[in-house]
């Protein structure tokens, strides 16, 4: 049996995902992430739609949004820019980390069961525009594709730990996939380890954000042999470190033979999207500068199709 993709549109087969971006921001409501920081809202249709017609000019073809569900997600916006373009777009069910809700947001007190209902509600009958304010309550059409999962520097301990079990169990009821956000790639084994405890296979896990500081590269080749997916999102990302640095991290992991578990992305912000006023960079940054940079340095045709095409479409196939 053929497994397939769960696009904001429906069902694709893994040879109909094409380039793909597996961690990006194409909408964000005005609300609390924008309190914590600035760049984090992206709700102006017109400015993204025309960053997406920009990257699809360059072969991109498919977009995870990494919103969660009451979270700034906006979910009509992305059902809408995808009929308009034809971009491949694939909704994120789960939480992110604490300090992006209100204090009084239901994340913090709803039971792990409540939660495990909700996101497999949304993995399999209906997608939620709301929740940021009281428990989602209006739906669109479409389903999520994938569990995002968030962690700071607290691990999965405390409040975090109902949160993991709820994804856990939602993955384990859908076959859906996790991608987990890693605060500068700290407790990435403490995440991997929880979600095995919970009978999860390293190969439905999509860790982020390990690439976030240089001197994590030893820990991060450890975190490849575990087998999960390593989601390196920090390119053009220059507060934290050079294209150059993110290269050499990339050559590494080739040389330890991860090629079959690399995923590229961008993680952008209103900061790094050209049409809000990003400077030169843009959704098609990865593909215009830092591909390139990737083939001058030695790294084949055949390894850039499979980090860039071929391991995106293992990672997120059900």
């Not at 525009?129 to 389903?143: F, L, M, R, V, Y």
């Not at 993955?171 to 929880?194: C, P, R, V």
Request: glycine content about 6%.
């Amino acid at each position: 049996m053929q497994m397939t993709i769960t696009t904001i549109t429906g069902e694709k087969g893994r040879n109909e995902l094409g380039i793909t971006h597996p961690h990006e921001h194409l909408f964000l409501k005005k609300g609390v992430p924008m309190q914590v920081d600035a760049s984090l809202v992206i709700d102006d249709y017109e400015k993204t739609k025309n960053e997406v017609l920009l990257a699809m000019a360059h072969g991109v073809q498919t977009i995870v949004d990494a919103q969660p569900v009451g979270a700034g997600r906006n979910v009509a916006l992305l059902k809408k820019v995808s009929e308009e373009s034809g971009l491949n777009i694939i909704a994120c069910t789960g939480f992110h980390k604490l300090v992006f809700y209100k204090n009084n947001h239901w994340i913090h007190s709803t039971s792990s069961e409540e939660l495990t209902e909700l996101f497999v509600d949304e993995l399999t009958n209906r997608l939620y525009q709301d929740g940021e304010d009281n428990w989602p309550s209006t739906s669109i059409d479409g389903k999520a594709g994938l569990i995002k999962t968030a962690a700071d520097m607290q691990g999965v301990a405390g409040r975090y730990f109902s949160l993991f079990k709820a994804a856990a169990t939602a993955s384990k009821l859908t076959n859906a996939a996790i991608m987990s956000h890693t605060e500068l790639g700290y407790h990435a084994l403490e995440q991997i380890a929880f979600y095995e405890k919970h009978d999860l296979a390293p190969e439905k896990l999509i860790i982020c954000h390990l690439d976030r500081k240089t001197e994590n590269l030893e820990y991060m080749l450890h975190v490849a042999e575990s087998g999960v997916y390593i989601e390196l999102d920090t390119i053009g990302r220059f507060r934290y470190h050079s294209d150059e640095d993110e290269v050499y991290m990339i050559l590494k992991l080739l040389e330890k033979g991860h090629e079959d578990r690399i995923l590229l992305s961008l993680d952008t912000t209103n900061k790094r999207m050209r049409h809000y006023d990003g400077g030169h960079l843009g959704l098609d940054y990865l593909q215009t500068t830092f591909l390139p940079m990737l083939k001058k340095a030695g790294v084949s045709d055949s390894m850039i199709r499979k980090m860039t095409i071929d391991n995106a479409a293992r990672a997120l196939a059900k």
